[in-house]
């Protein structure tokens, strides 16, 4: 597996509160993406990264926010979790030909 | 935006037959298509991808098709095995300065029957 890892892999959280996932990876890649999975629906795009400080919307960005200051790091970042934000997010990095992308292993979130 | 979409939702074959998965897509400017093999509790894994220039790529017992005219994509697993078992996604890229948009199919989920 390419250098990519997702803190934290787990998290239970409430209503109305703000959480922040982190994906970070050693591959010094230039593309970062965030997904959502949810069942019947695949993998949705969140956020995406070409660059630091480069960011853009995906097809389902609402509620969601993402910062990048620095290659190795993309932040995903749920100003104020709402239930329909329970999903597992994955993230992912592609090289400079913006195709091939590896995976993060996942972070599974639970907003009660 | 790109729409894909892909059949069937589940599949099972006996060993060693053959699987197929179908995709399709809306957006003539796609020009890559890669295929994502996913184990329960895993991470997606890239296993063949195809470019738009490309009407055929193979893999040992994996093949993918591209027909542009049609805006369709297939998978063939040949010569199944119980580790083929997984869900399997395709999807599709649009390529842009600020790096390619993937859109993925809502998966297949793959079981083969020893």
């Known amino acids: 597996d390419a250098g990519i890892t997702q803190s934290p892999r787990h998290k239970v959280t409430e209503t109305g509160t703000p959480v922040t996932l982190r994906c970070h990876q050693t591959?010094?890649?230039?593309?970062m993406y965030w997904y959502r999975q949810d069942p019947g629906h695949g993998l949705r795009l969140i956020h995406y990264?070409?660059?630091?400080?480069?960011?853009d919307k995906g097809e389902v960005s609402d509620g969601y926010s993402v910062s990048r200051s620095k290659t190795e790091d993309f932040l995903l970042t749920l100003e104020s979790a709402t239930s329909s934000q329970t999903s597992v997010y994955f993230c992912?990095?592609?090289?400079?030909?913006?195709?091939?992308?590896?995976f993060g292993p996942g972070t599974r979130l639970l907003v009660l | 935006g790109e729409n894909v979409e892909q059949h069937p939702s589940t599949l099972s074959v006996q060993e060693g037959d053959s699987a197929v998965i179908k995709c399709t897509y809306s957006d003539s400017a796609s020009n890559y298509f890669p295929w994502y093999k996913q184990e329960l509790g895993k991470r997606p894994q890239l296993i063949i991808d195809i470019r738009s220039n490309v009407g055929e790529k193979k893999d040992q017992r994996i093949a993918v098709t591209l027909n542009k005219t049609a805006k369709h994509f297939s998978l063939h697993i040949t010569e199944t095995q119980p580790e083929d078992s997984a869900v399997y996604f395709c999807?599709?890229?649009?390529?842009?300065?600020?790096?390619?948009?993937?859109?993925f199919g809502t998966g297949t989920s793959l079981t083969v029957i020893p």
């Open positions: 990264s070409y660059g630091v400080k480069d960011t």
């Open positions: 992912a990095i592609s090289g400079l030909d913006g195709e091939t992308q590896y």
């Open positions: 999807a599709a890229s649009i390529g842009g300065t600020a790096g390619n948009q993937f859109y």
């Open positions: 591959e010094n890649h230039r593309y």
